[in-house]
């Protein structure tokens, strides 16, 4: 297995990706630490997973308070012995579809400051325990808003981009000691608007203008958009992270993972 015995930390565990991660982790053999703000959905998440007893554990967290951040990872290292993996799947909901002299200071600022919190605090908290034992894995997610230059995503794909120049920065500066940072960027995944992503909000007011439904919208854009004629699958990501979490993606670091089944192609 690919993650035997390693202790991960999945902050947004609650969510469609994050859950989608964490039953992969739990698939190759790592023990799973859940934190995001809502207990409930943590729990029905925790209990839905397939995993001996003892491999999943669950906390009540707002990423966006830097004490709670830093005692929870503090609380984990102490637990497990160690934090060896840690991936940011957080989300919030945010506007898609106003253009810039429609669109509040608020609207556009609000992904953006969500984004730099919860991963500079993220971050922070648990590549300080790995850098104590001088290895380590810190994941986090981007989107294709980050390169596509699209009318209505603003906020969001400066959000986009911002994750995916702090995976270099911090690249360069943990590499040393021995901590790998890389980024997943998949596209919009069907599956998540069925296991009531908050993508649904999201999508919503794009796919209205359009006369369609968020997952219409999804299923058109799917036909002629990726070069694979598809968009990606909850366990493709899944899967894609216990690779690069894993000792077998040792020598990647600071890279982009192109997940977007050819939404986006990347240039040399």
Known sequence: MLLQNKNAIIYGGSGAIGSAIAQAFLREGATVYLAARHLPKLEAVAAGLQAEKG??????????????????AAAVAAEAGSIDIACNATGTFHIQGKLLHELTLEEFEHPIQFGARTLFLTARATTRHMKQKGRGVYLNLSTPGSRLPMEGILGFGA???????????????????????????PDAIPEALEKGSHANEVFKGAAEQAGLTPAVMLAEHAKTGPLLRRLPSLLEVGNTAAFMASDQAGAITGAIVNLTCGSLVDQA
Do not use: M
């Not at 986009?160 to 590499?175: D, N, P, S």
């Open 159 to 185: 959000a986009c981009a911002l994750v995916e120049g702090f995976t270099r920065h911090l690249a360069g500066e943990l590499g040393p000691s021995g901590i790998r940072v890389i980024c997943l960027r």
């Open 55 to 72: 491999r999943v554990h669950i906390a009540a967290l707002d990423l966006t308070e830097e004490d709670a951040v830093e005692k929870h």
